[in-house]
């Protein structure tokens, strides 16, 4: 869970998300070299007193400053395309739930049951328990099994939404009128929060999303009880 003061990303739940983290470690320590080296050679040359009139052109310099740079887009570039193509793998999922935007609640249908499918809609203040965050905790939890991969198909049933947990790495636009999937895998126990990401109407900052991660035991136990209950 994200607190105040935060500079770093939530601590990832899945491991395309630690490869992302990893990314950024990388981008951000190229970045960081760059930005020293330039703010260096600016200030050098604003101190000197030294001039040198009769210099024109440098063929040495103008290779290693146009081979370098090409050398370090490579260097970003590469392990950007492999989480990429990691980010679309999509094998052999265990469970396929389909999540569906609403202006402002998400519905979600597990397809490979028969009749379980629920609304979520965010719990308002006046109704939150002790412990439970307010604008993020909803009346019912996307539940899934831990260290199991599963497919999430995004979609809307009127304008534009956005299915979002950055502690899982996904986050998928619902387009009405077509199908967008996405799939992670829980490394771990736990509730994600997340929220819808794309600007949908008045109450867009109102419809969040929690997943629960469980074993798969628990996990059978809760959706024989919603079946029971439906």
């Keep these: 869970m994200a607190h105040p003061t935060q500079l770093g990303f939530k601590d ?11 990314f950024h470690d990388h981008a951000l320590m190229i970045v960081l070299l760059i ?9 050098a040359m604003v101190s000197t007193k030294l001039t040198n009139k009769y210099i024109l052109d440098s063929q040495e310099i103008e290779i290693v400053w ?3 740079p090409a050398v370090i887009l490579v260097l ?9 193509y990691l980010m679309d793998e999509i094998n052999d999922p265990h469970l396929t739930i389909k999540a569906m935007g609403h202006q402002w609640y998400w519905s979600y249908e597990y397809t490979d049951y028969e009749n ?13 328990a002790p412990g439970q965050f307010r604008l993020l905790e909803t009346d019912h939890r996307m539940v899934v099994p831990m260290e199991s991969p599963v497919r999430v198909l995004v979609s809307a049933e009127d304008v ?20 967008n999937q996405a799939a992670f895998i829980a490394s771990r126990p736990g509730v994600f929060y997340g929220q819808c990401s794309e600007i949908c109407g008045a109450n867009h900052s109102f419809m969040p999303i929690v997943v ?7 996990f059978e136990n809760w959706s024989s009880l919603m079946l029971e209950d439906a």
């Design 66 to 68: 146009t081979i370098l």
């Design 35 to 43: 930005s020293t080296l330039v703010l260096y050679i600016i200030t």
């Design 76 to 84: 970003i570039a590469l392990p950007s395309l492999r989480i990429l």
């Design 116 to 128: 379980l499918g629920f609304d979520s809609y965010m719990v308002p203040t006046q109704d939150l």
């Design 212 to 218: 629960e991660a469980v074993p798969l035991e628990h």
């Design 160 to 179: 534009l939404h956005s299915w979002a947990v950055p502690s899982l790495g996904v986050k998928m636009d619902a387009v009405p009128g077509r199908l």
């Design 12 to 22: 990832a739940a899945m491991p395309v998300m630690e490869e992302l983290l990893h």
